[in-house]
C-alpha cells in the first residue's frame, strides 16, 4: 500500500473524529420546512437519526456472527431470546440471521435478510448479504438500498475474491465504507497487512478519496469485542456503532423530496401466511401511509391498476413494527400488492415516475430441469408434472433476480441458468424438500458472441495449500485450460510452507474438479472463485477417465450381487437397496459404461454354512450427496432428485445415440 496516502487517510479520519467529538450531536444544526400539505418540522433532525448499511464480505469471513455481536449489543436479553425464539434458531448456537434450513446446513448465507438496532438514539436498519460468488445477486440488488457498507475482511486471509466483488458494487454506487477486520482474536492475526491490502484494493478498484479515507474498526465477533486500534479491544460493539454513526452519512433526503411524488424501489420479496405477498424496499421520494392508492410500474411498460396499501412495516431489531406513515430514506415493508415484484417502483398514480430497475450480472451456468420419468417416478413426492415445475420455477423468478428459466423443444423439460452450480443445487434442494420429483441435467457453462467470437465464461481461483501438493494442483487446473496469474510460496511459523496460487480457469473446466483437488491434497486444500470474464473459447476440456456402472435389471440389490460387482469398480449402493435398469450405480474402474447384475441371488445348495449369507465381504458404499452426484454425472446422464433420494442414470432421450 502507499504509506503516504494511507498516513494522510489515518491523519484525515483523526481530525474528522475530533471534530465530531467537539461538540454534542444535539447541537447540530437543524433545517426546518413547512409545506402546506403537511409539517415537515424536524424532518432533516428525523433523518440524521437514520443509517442504512449493509454488511457484506467474502464468505466465511464472519459477516452473521459480527451480526449477532451487534444484535447483543443493542438488544437486552429478554428482546433478544424473543427474536431467536420467533427465527427457529438456537440461542447458543447463534447465527440468527441464517434462519433457513439449508443455511444452516451448509454453514453459509443464501437470503439477503433485515433487521434494525438502535445506538445513542440514532436508528441504524442493517441488511446481512450472502458471501458466496453463486448469490452476487443477493448483494446487487441491496445496494440501492443502503448508503454505505461494513466491508468485514478476515484478520488473517485478507481481501479475497467475493470481497473484490462486493466491493466494487459498493464502491459503484458511491457508499461510503467502514472496514472491520474480524476474528483479531485468531493467533496468526496480521491485521497491519490486511489494511494495506484492503487499501490497494481500493485504489484498483478507482475508489475515490474520499472513499479511500475509510474507517478502521478491529473486531472479534466471536469474543464480542471490538476496537479503533488492534491492541486496545474493549467488550462489546460500541466502537463499531459509533463509527457506523459518525462514518456512513444519514440518507440524503430534503423536505423537498419529502414533497415530491413518491417513489419505491423493491429490492426484495417476503411472504406471510395472512398478509400474502410483501415488497421490501427504500422510499426514495415522498411520503409512504398506509391506506394511499398506489400503481406498480417500470421503465417502458404500461402503468399498472391502482392499488391499496394495506400496512406499511419498518425493521425493528429482528422484527417488523406497522407504521401510519413513513418517509423518504427509510426501508419498509408494504402489503396489499399481489403483483409487486422485484425492480417494479410503487409510485404516485397521478404523477408514476418509475425508476430503473435493479440490473445484476448475468448467469454463467446452466442446467435443465424436467418431468422425472424413472421406473421409481411418484413413490415419495406428489409434485410431479411438467405444470407444476413450471410454476414453481416462475414464482421462484419473482426473488432471485439473477436466475432465468426458459422453455425448449421438449415441453417436459426447462432450461434453467443461474450464477453457478451452488446457485441452482440450493433451488433444487429446495424442491426437493417441497414435495417435487424432477430430473436435472449436468451444469453447463452458458457461451454467448461478443462481436462475432464465440466466447465463455471464466472465473477467477484462488487456492491456498500445502508446498508439497501445488504441483498437483497446478497440473490439474492446466488440464482444465487455466492460465497462472500469480503463485507465491510462504513460510509458516511452524517450520512448514504454503502455496497461494491464483488461476483463470474457464467456468465449464471448474465443474467437478473441487473433489478432485481435494483428493489430491488430501482435504488440505482453501478455494476460492468468483466470475472474471467473458473471453474467447478456449477448446475441448478432458473428458472424465472413468465410465459408469449400470444396474443391469430392475430389482433389489443384495449382498452377493455387491460382492460380485465391486470387482468392476466403487459402488453407490448398497446392499437392500432399489435399483432400476440403466441407473448409475457405480464408477467404472475403466472407460466406458459397463452393466452389472448387483441383484444377483445366491444358489440355494444343501452344502451351507451358518456365516455364508453375511454382507461382511461387502466394501462400504461412496455416498454422494445432491452437489456430488451434479459434479459427477456426464453429459449423457441424469439426475434424479425425489423427496427421499438422489439417484443418477442414463439419459433415456440419449439412448439409441448411445447404441
Given amino acids: 500500500a502507499s504509506t503516504p496516502g494511507r498516513l494522510h487517510a489515518s491523519r484525515l479520519t483523526a481530525q474528522r473524529r475530533v471534530a465530531t467529538a467537539s461538540g454534542p450531536r444535539s447541537a447540530w444544526p437543524i433545517v426546518c420546512t413547512v409545506t402546506a400539505e403537511e409539517t415537515v418540522a424536524g424532518a432533516d433532525q428525523e433523518l440524521q437519526e437514520l443509517r442504512n448499511i449493509a454488511i457484506i464480505a467474502h464468505v466465511d469471513h464472519g459477516k452473521t456472527t459480527l451480526m449477532d455481536a451487534v444484535l447483543k449489543e443493542s438488544m437486552d436479553e429478554r428482546a433478544l431470546a424473543k427474536g431467536f425464539e420467533l427465527a427457529g434458531v438456537d440461542q447458543t448456537i447463534g447465527r440468527v440471521m441464517d434462519s433457513d434450513a439449508q443455511e444452516r446446513e451448509r454453514g453459509i448465507t443464501i437470503l439477503a435478510k433485515n433487521a434494525a438496532v438502535e445506538w445513542k438514539g440514532i436508528k441504524i436498519n442493517c441488511v446481512d448479504t450472502p458471501g458466496h460468488a453463486d448469490f452476487g445477486g443477493e448483494v446487487e440488488r441491496i445496494m440501492r438500498m443502503v448508503d454505505g457498507v461494513l466491508l468485514v475482511v478476515d484478520s488473517v486471509e485478507g481481501p479475497k475474491p467475493q470481497t473484490r466483488f462486493v466491493l466494487k458494487k459498493a464502491l459503484e454506487q458511491g457508499h461510503q465504507v467502514v472496514v472491520v477486520i474480524n476474528k483479531c482474536d485468531r493467533p496468526a492475526a496480521r491485521p497491519d497487512w490486511v489494511v494495506d491490502q484492503t487499501f490497494d484494493l481500493f485504489v484498483e478498484l478507482g475508489a475515490t478519496d474520499a472513499q479511500c479515507d475509510f474507517r478502521v474498526v478491529y473486531t472479534s465477533a466471536l469474543q464480542g469485542v471490538s476496537g479503533h486500534e488492534f491492541g486496545e479491544l474493549e467488550q462489546g460493539m460500541g466502537a463499531l456503532l459509533d463509527a457506523v454513526?459518525?462514518?456512513?452519512?444519514?440518507?440524503?433526503?430534503?423536505?423537498?423530496?419529502?414533497?415530491?411524488?413518491?417513489?419505491?424501489?423493491?429490492?426484495?420479496?417476503?411472504?406471510?401466511?395472512?398478509?400474502?405477498?410483501?415488497?421490501?424496499?427504500?422510499?426514495?421520494?415522498?411520503?409512504?401511509?398506509?391506506?394511499?392508492?398506489?400503481?406498480?410500474?417500470?421503465?417502458?411498460e404500461e402503468l399498472g391498476k391502482r392499488q391499496k396499501v394495506n400496512e406499511v412495516f419498518v425493521f425493528d431489531a429482528l422484527g417488523r413494527k406497522p407504521v401510519e406513515r413513513a418517509r423518504a430514506g427509510e426501508i419498509v415493508v408494504l402489503t396489499g400488492l399481489p403483483d409487486i415484484g422485484i425492480g417494479y417502483t410503487v409510485t404516485d398514480p397521478d404523477n408514476p415516475q418509475p425508476m430503473e430497475p435493479i440490473a445484476v450480472e448475468e448467469p454463467t451456468v446452466r442446467m435443465t430441469f424436467g418431468v422425472n420419468k424413472s421406473p421409481f417416478a411418484g413413490r415419495e413426492g406428489k409434485l410431479l408434472t411438467s405444470r407444476v415445475i413450471r410454476d414453481r420455477l416462475m414464482k421462484e423468478l419473482d426473488r432471485n433476480v439473477a436466475l432465468r428459466v426458459a422453455e425448449t423443444e421438449n415441453p417436459d423439460t426447462y432450461e434453467v441458468s443461474g450464477r453457478g452450480q451452488l446457485h441452482l443445487s440450493v433451488l433444487i434442494e429446495n424442491m426437493r424438500r417441497e414435495g417435487f420429483e424432477l430430473f436435472v441435467g449436468p451444469p453447463k457453462a452458458l457461451r454467448?458472441?461478443?462481436?462475432?467470437?464465440?466466447?465463455?465464461?471464466?472465473?477467477?481461483?484462488?487456492?491456498?495449500?500445502?508446498?508439497?501438493?501445488?504441483?498437483?494442483?497446478?497440473?490439474?487446473?492446466?488440464?482444465?485450460?487455466?492460465?497462472?496469474?500469480?503463485?507465491?510460496?510462504?513460510?509458516?511459523?511452524?517450520?512448514?510452507?504454503?502455496?497461494?496460487?491464483?488461476?483463470?480457469?474457464?467456468?465449464?473446466?471448474?465443474?467437478?474438479?473441487?473433489?478432485?483437488?481435494?483428493?489430491?491434497?488430501?482435504?488440505?486444500l482453501v478455494m476460492d472463485t468468483v466470475f472474471e470474464k467473458f473471453a474467447p473459447f478456449v477448446g475441448d476440456l478432458p473428458k472424465r477417465e472413468q465410465g459408469s456402472l449400470l444396474a443391469f435389471e430392475t430389482g433389489t440389490t443384495t449382498p452377493y450381487g455387491i460382492i460380485?460387482?465391486?470387482?468392476?469398480?466403487?459402488?453407490f449402493v448398497k446392499p437392500k437397496t432399489d435399483v432400476y435398469k440403466d441407473m448409475v450405480i457405480g464408477q467404472h474402474q475403466r472407460g466406458g459404461d459397463l452393466a452389472v447384475n448387483c441383484n444377483r441371488q445366491k444358489q440355494l445348495t444343501n452344502m451351507r454354512s451358518a456365516g455364508n449369507d453375511k454382507d461382511d465381504g461387502v466394501v462400504p458404499a461412496l455416498e454422494f450427496s445432491l452437489d456430488q452426484c451434479l459434479e459427477y454425472i456426464a453429459d449423457d446422464e441424469l439426475v434424479e432428485v425425489t423427496p427421499m433420494s438422489v439417484r443418477m442414470l442414463k439419459n433415456p432421450d440419449m439412448a439409441k445415440k448411445r447404441k
Fill in 245 to 300: 454513526v459518525d462514518h456512513v452519512p444519514a440518507p440524503k433526503v430534503t423536505p423537498e423530496t419529502l414533497e415530491q411524488p413518491l417513489q419505491i424501489l423493491i429490492a426484495n420479496i417476503d411472504y406471510d401466511d395472512f398478509k400474502g405477498k410483501m415488497g421490501v424496499g427504500r422510499i426514495t421520494q415522498g411520503v409512504l401511509r398506509a391506506g394511499r392508492q398506489v400503481v406498480l410500474a417500470r421503465p417502458d
Fill in 448 to 524: 454467448k458472441k461478443i462481436d462475432g467470437v464465440d466466447c465463455e465464461p471464466f472465473e477467477k481461483v484462488e487456492i491456498t495449500v500445502p508446498t508439497e501438493y501445488s504441483g498437483a494442483c497446478i497440473d490439474l487446473l492446466n488440464r482444465r485450460r487455466g492460465e497462472m496469474i500469480n503463485l507465491v510460496t510462504k513460510d509458516l511459523d511452524d517450520g512448514s510452507s504454503s502455496t497461494d496460487i491464483e488461476y483463470l480457469v474457464p467456468t465449464r473446466g471448474l465443474i467437478g474438479v473441487r473433489n478432485q483437488l481435494l483428493t489430491a491434497t488430501r482435504g488440505e
Fill in 564 to 571: 460380485g460387482a465391486q470387482e468392476r469398480g466403487r459402488l
